[in-house]
Nanobody
Framework: QLQASGGGLVQAGGSLRLSCAASGRTFSTSGMAWFRQASGKEREFVAALFSIGSTTLYADSVKGRFTISRDNAKNTVNLQMNSLKAEDTAVYFC??????????????????WGRGTLVTVSS
């Protein structure tokens, strides 16, 4: 239902663009998000986009470097990642169908998850 793509190996300072395509049964895409999980660490929030007001939200660690956007025609959400750092290395996951009343940065706030795509930043 959610398929992330675009990961790969990039040098520090470089850029990558991740995409998440939604397909299959209908589910709420009023909000979509990206999380990441580095080896040995918990999954953490990266960015989210909500249809209401076209609101975008970012983790402090990526603010100013990453941009989340949506292509409604293609039913995809993208994550443009610039000025990548070694600490950005992780498996990146997209999520959709937010739960009301749960803080968006919590993994429990999202009902549907895609398989991750690995981003490796070499220093």
């Amino acid at each position: 239902q959610l398929q992330a793509s675009g990961g790969g190996l990039v040098q520090a300072g470089g850029s990558l663009r991740l995409s998440c395509a939604a397909s299959g049964r209908t589910f709420s895409t009023s909000g979509m998000a990206w999380f990441r999980q580095a080896s040995g660490k918990e999954r953490e929030f990266v960015a989210a986009l909500f249809s209401i007001g076209s609101t975008t939200l970012y983790a402090d660690s990526v603010k100013g470097r990453f941009t989340i956007s949506r292509d409604n025609a293609k039913n995809t959400v993208n994550l443009q990642m610039n000025s990548l750092k070694a600490e950005d290395t992780a498996v990146y996951f997209c999520a959709a169908s937010p739960r009301s009343g749960v803080v968006y940065s919590y993994t429990s706030a999202w009902n549907i998850w895609g398989r991750g795509t690995l981003v490796t930043v070499s220093s």
